[in-house]
C-alpha cells in the first residue's frame, strides 16, 4: 500500500551526526517532493526542509542550514535525512512527509511516515 | 515561537461545537493556503484539511475550515470522544522560504 516508512530509534551523543531514512512505497517516488519535520518532546511540530527526489534538489529551513543534509536513492525509494553536530536540544521525533502532487509547494503534507525517535545524550 | 498563532488549548462536550484560530500573516497565510493537521496522542499527524477548506478524503464533514485574510480556522461540529488530539495550521512562508506550523491547539472533549 501507499506508505512511508521510517528508520528505527536512534541513541546519540553530543556533537555525533545522525541518518534517519525514509522508504516509500505504492506510488512513484519521483513525482513527490519528501519533507522533513521535527517534534521535540511535548512541543509543536518544526519544519527541516524538503527533497525533490526527481532531481535530488533540496531546500533547508535556514536554523538547520548548516546541519542537515537530504539526500535520496532512487533505485530503493528512500529518502535519507542527516543531521550533524547534535545537541541535547535536538532529541525529538523526526517525521517525513510527502507533499500532495498539485505542484504547488505549499500544498499539504498527505502521507507520513512512522516517525523515528532519536535521543541526543551525554 | 511558532510563526502562525494558535490557542494553546481548546475543549468541548460530546456533540458541542468548536472552532480554532490559526494567525498568521502577509507573507504566509495572506498569500497561501492553509493546511490543518491531527495528531492523535502518541501517532504521527494525520493529513485533515488543504487549500484552506478542502477535506481530505475520508475526513468526516463534521470537520470544516476556512480562511479570511490572515486568519484561518477550523471548525469541528458534533464532537466525539475520537477528536481529542492536537491540531495544528500550517501554510508556506515567502519570507522564510519554507512551511510555518501553529504551535498547536490541544483539544479535550470533556
Known amino acids: 500500500q501507499v506508505q512511508l516508512v521510517q528508520s528505527g530509534a536512534e541513541v546519540k551523543r553530543p556533537w555525533d551526526s545522525v541518518t534517519v531514512s525514509c522508504t516509500a512505497s505504492?506510488?512513484?517516488?519521483?513525482?513527490?517532493?519528501v519533507h522533513w519535520v521535527r517534534q521535540a518532546p511535548g512541543q509543536g511540530l518544526e519544519w527541516m526542509g524538503t527533497?525533490?527526489?526527481?532531481?535530488?534538489?533540496?531546500t533547508y529551513a535556514q536554523r538547520f542550514q548548516d546541519r542537515v543534509t537530504m539526500t535520496r536513492d532512487t533505485s530503493t525509494s528512500t529518502v535519507y535525512m542527516e543531521l550533524s553536530s547534535l545537541r541535547s536540544d535536538d532529541t525529538a521525533v523526526f517525521y517525513c512527509?510527502?507533499?500532495?502532487?498539485?505542484?504547488?509547494?505549499?500544498?499539504?503534507?498527505?502521507?507520513w511516515g512512522q516517525g523515528t525517535v532519536v535521543t541526543v545524550s551525554s | 515561537q511558532s510563526v502562525l498563532t494558535q490557542p494553546p488549548s481548546a475543549s468541548g462536550t460530546p456533540g458541542q461545537s468548536v472552532t480554532i484560530s490559526c494567525s498568521g500573516r502577509?507573507?504566509?497565510?495572506?498569500?497561501?493556503?492553509v493546511n490543518w493537521y491531527q495528531q492523535l496522542p502518541g501517532t504521527a499527524p494525520k493529513f485533515l484539511i488543504y487549500?484552506?477548506?478542502q477535506r481530505s478524503s475520508g475526513v468526516p464533514d463534521r470537520f470544516s475550515a476556512s480562511k479570511s485574510g490572515t486568519s484561518a480556522s477550523l471548525a469541528i461540529s458534533g464532537l466525539q470522544s475520537e477528536d481529542e488530539a492536537a491540531y495544528y495550521c500550517?501554510?508556506?512562508?515567502?519570507?522564510?522560504?519554507?512551511?510555518?506550523f501553529g504551535g498547536g491547539t490541544k483539544l479535550t472533549v470533556l
Open positions: 487549500s484552506n477548506d
Open positions: 505504492g506510488y512513484t517516488f519521483t513525482s513527490y517532493f
Open positions: 500550517a501554510a508556506w512562508d515567502d519570507n522564510l522560504n519554507g512551511v510555518v
Open positions: 527533497i525533490n527526489p526527481n532531481g535530488g534538489k533540496t
Open positions: 502577509s507573507s504566509n497565510i495572506g498569500r497561501h493556503t
Open positions: 512527509a510527502r507533499l500532495r502532487g498539485s505542484g504547488y509547494y505549499g500544498d499539504a503534507f498527505d502521507l
